[in-house]
């Protein structure tokens, strides 16, 4: 749900600085630059839901600060994460006219948003738009595919290292990762229980493959052993 209005701007002008890094290129920005598009900011807070399960999906999304979780709660009330959503990222693209997971703040977030509609109508229109927003959802199903053979085929050392690599390649600033999300989101993202997550860090700690500097801030000391725990 859309909670507090902070602004409107163009998307495709330059931001301020986020707490961490945002890929390259843009893709959202070139798209709705590109096509003239207005985009809002919301803000949410830490654990705010910013669309539900079954909602109808109006809005794309793009995180400018902060980190975003999308999940599905299972029938059993257990939760299965998707995907963690960084500054830069972009969540919301949906098939369908409704949300298929739900999504929410990790921390305090800032995100822009544009109407999918407008999407729509632009790549109806323009074919560069159309070819970036392709390149965005297969993006997404990469993902996706990444994601169900790691929790269908990995054990679970296997899948903290394939965990632990995909964070360094999209946090890590100065040879550390400040991690927004704790150890039962890890979980909950990799199908394994918060113990299990705990045990694996430690034992790679107690190996010298990373170290610890504060909750979640983790410094990989040795990437190549760890490449080979995720081969």
Known sequence: MLTQSLSTSVIGHKVSPVAFPAPAPDQFGA???????????????????????????EYVYQVITGAVRSYKLLSDGRRQIGAFHLPGDVFGLESG??????????????????????????AGVDVQVARKLWAMTAGDLRHAEDHMLLLGRKTAMERVATFLLEMDGRLAVAGMMALPMCRRDIGDYLGLTLETVSRALSQLHSQGILGFSGARQIVLRNRQKLRTLDA
Do not use: C, N
């Open 97 to 122: 006219t409704i949300h298929r997971l739900a999504a929410e703040a990790i921390i305090d977030t800032t995100v822009r948003l544009v109407k999918r509609r407008s999407l729509e109508q632009a």
């Open 31 to 57: 798209v709705t630059g590109h096509a003239g598009l207005v985009a809002t900011e919301f803000s949410y807070k830490k654990d705010e839901e910013i669309y539900g399960e079954d909602e109808p999906a």
